[in-house]
């Protein structure tokens, strides 16, 4: 509430109910500031501004930064860099992230008391909600005995973890977790967790949240500002500290038009993937606008916001509108909720705050950093591959794209197969049964991913798919791994009410968990007969996914071709079993009496879909599903947890341990500085990914992290993967650059997770090269090329490099939410000279590497030249890329304190000492 003293007092007046009936609370209001500015600021911005007002107080926040933020046009206009605060209004995590935050918290418990301070303050001071979701594999499928099985091994393999979870939702106030077995965290969000609206202690403000995954932005969809960073900065925000941004450029996205029959939501987010990412997005808001949104359902544009990742951007907005409002009463939020809903906004809107879009009203025209515009008539069916999310593919093109990829290179586009090779037929028995692959035949067909399991035209229309194709007697091969991962309860029901589901499990799309699955890589593995054909025959074998992820190595180790598609098209490649198909002219495959049945055979119209959705979604389904996600299952209720508010560390668990991060920690920063005579660990080409350097997928038995394991008694068949191990920093170290596919410059071309250990010139594995490195008292550095850091914004992939002795990253460009997590760990993140990189600087990673920074921190300036040498004479310059600038530059304290969780702990400790 606003004290007397609030900057900003006299701006904060009452939000009255219609009808004369009251007020819900109290409020600040944009319009009365008078300022004319405000009115042409894009609706993602008024909620920056909104924020910054609201959490004034001259120290974090300051009237000078809600100036910045009000002046967005001119300096969005300039191209100026301007940093200011942010601060969310709730944080979002799921387990693989929320597993190593609530470790990372408790830690810093101890740390509190090693430090003779209060433990218990650390503690969450805004709303944390976690939804279980990232752990269930899809081990057992086309089984109707795969859920429970698959929720019986998920609770066997996690039990450590959840317990606890369900720990940390008693030790931790202000803190809700989901169970596991709910839902995909992102639909959980828009069907459930997302308020639009707060109302706290009489205080009505905007939702916004951040959250430690990277498709957070899926919740922008409803209105709400929602992006993904890193665990660290979530941990920082759940401890009450600002989030540190610069200001956004915005690109302003103009819609028309309407999709013709036959597009799906997921042909168009897939076009609108590859425009943005073509445009040049990455750091910066996408906001949508124009006369077709009134056509875009909301489950579509979250399919769009869900890929904002994808497409690079921060987020992907959707302003409050009459859709919005429709989409709260389908899911079942209560009449009150949503008439204060739409109080708060159609206030403000009637006062010129322009925070909902009436399409009844005239548009007046927002100001926008630049300008996109789709004809929604104009969007055609298509996939996306074979190794990238943005590799658009017309489904006519799809063949000839697919011969393409044979014959190229190895790159993102090719698999380089000699022309003789490229018929070759493996055959091979499966299950008793001949059965036979070929280069590009379908081994995986998922219908999973929050990107399409929220949205029940695409859901929907998959059954349609399956029905008329049992009812022309197309069946899918039995070696084809198929399954359903559905985003939440709902969607079974809708499923089950419309008769559909029988003919997705006819098929084998039968329900294997209620999770993500197979594009985080939990797809489970394949029958030992297909593995072997493919990898003694060097087949490249594909999968299918209507997920949002399909980098190299990420989907299945055997599947290198790996493309994303619609739930109806999942079905239907399934039904064709290979991706070497040509819709248009070729047929799907033999029906009943040996007819061919084609593609237009099997596909239904949008108005067949939007029937189905509309006699079938209904929001008691949503109420039914949400009234009782909290009470858990038998699973959860049966799991102990202590009652301490210190957690009691097993030191042989191979699950939580307890992290180094804050071993022999004092009250004063350690003032770290550059670095000198470091070795090159890892020279990397461009569009390094998150899952390269810390992989979420199965351990290689054969692995540092294998070895670990397997000496604390781990049997290989419980290995389960990375992200399930995100708890213990010793398998997530080992697990560091321990991709499959990873190609590193220093083994010159050779794929896999090694390096050259320069001083002996030995070929070992990253990991235990580094502790050769670490153990000799030597620095490293890692060399690479563009977009280093790309994909989900995972907080191992910068805490597996600091624990591994790397000091600095040295690249072309860094994605923005990997390279403040560097900065959050200590890690100096460099970039070349524009126009310069390792090679044409004549570097192969083989030398010593001096950086040169000011001695004291407060010498040190972001975004300054800095000297980098190398033993060999060598010498060039590089920018340091501490992002953050004004009168308070929080990347650089981070630096100074050797990390932003300890910079928290150390201000957390001289706040109560000042009091």
Known sequence: MASEHHPFRGIFTSLSKPGGGGEYGKFYSLPALNDPRIDRLPYCITVLLESAIRNCDNFQITED???RIIDWGTTSADQVEVEIPFKPARVLLQDFTGVPALVDLAAMRDAMNELGSDPDAINPLVPVDLVIDHSVHADLARSENALKANMDLEFRRNKERFAFLKWGSTAFHNMLIIPAGSGIVHQVNLEYLGRVVFNSGGLVYPDSVVGTDSHTTMIDALGIAGWGVGGIEAEATMLGQPMSMLLPRVVGFKMSGKLRDGVTATDLVLTVTQMLRNHGVVGKFVEFYGPGMATLPLADRATIANMSPEYGATMGFFPVDHVTLQYLKLTGRSDDTIAMIKAYFYWAYLHANRMFVDYNEPQEHRAYSSYLELDLSGVEPCVSGPKRPHDRVPLKDMKADWHAC???????????????????????TFHGQPAELKHGSIVIAAITSCTNTSNPSVMLGAGLVAKKACELGLEVKPWIKTSLAPGSGVVTKYL????????????????????????????????????????????????????????????????????????????????????????????IGPGKDGKSVYFKDIWPSNEEIAEVVESNVLPDMFKNTYEAITDGNPFWNELSVPSSNLYPWNPDSTYIHQPPFFKGMNLDPSHPCGVKDAYCLLNLGDGITTDQISPPGSIHKESPAARYLMEHGVDPKEFNSYGSRRGNDEVMAR?????MRIINKLLNG????????????????VY????????????????????????SSRDWAAKGPM?????????????????????????IPLCFKCGEDAETLGLDGHEHYTISLPQKISDIRPGQDVTVTSNTGKSFTCMLRFDTRGLCPVELAYFDHGGILQYVIRNLIKQKNTK
Not at 512 to 539: P, Q
């Open 768 to 791: 235990d090269a580094a502790m050769r490195y670490k153990s000799a008292g030597q620095d490293t550095i890692i060399l690479a090329g563009a977009e280093y850091g790309t994909g």
């Open 735 to 739: 697990g560091t650059f321990a991709n």
């Open 803 to 827: 624990l591994l002795g790397v000091k600095a990253v040295i690249s072309k460009s860094f994605e923005t939410i990997h390279r403040s997590n560097l900065v959050g760990m200590g890690i």
């Open 406 to 428: 044979l014959d190229n290179r190895v790159q993102f586009k090719g698999f380089s197969v000699p022309k003789r090779e490229q018929g070759k037929v493996v055959k091979f």
């Open 496 to 587: 089950q009410k419309s008769g559909l589901q029988k003919y997705l499990n006819q098929l084998g799309f039968y329900t294997v968990g209620y999770g993500c699955t197979t594009c985080i890589g939990n797809s489970g593995e394949l029958d030992a007969s297909v593995a072997s054909a493919i990898s003694d025959n060097d087949i490249v074998a594909a999968a299918v996914l209507s997920g949002n992820r399909n980098f190299e190595g990420r989907i299945h180790p055997l599947t290198r071709a790996n493309y994303l598609a619609s739930p109806p098209l999942v079905v239907t490649y399934a039904l064709a079993g290979t991706v070497d198909i040509d819709f248009d002219k070729e047929p």
């Open 65 to 67: 930064d809600v100036g």
């Open 750 to 765: 050779e794929v896999g997770p090694k390096t050259i250990h320069i001083p002996s010139r030995e070929k070992l594995y």
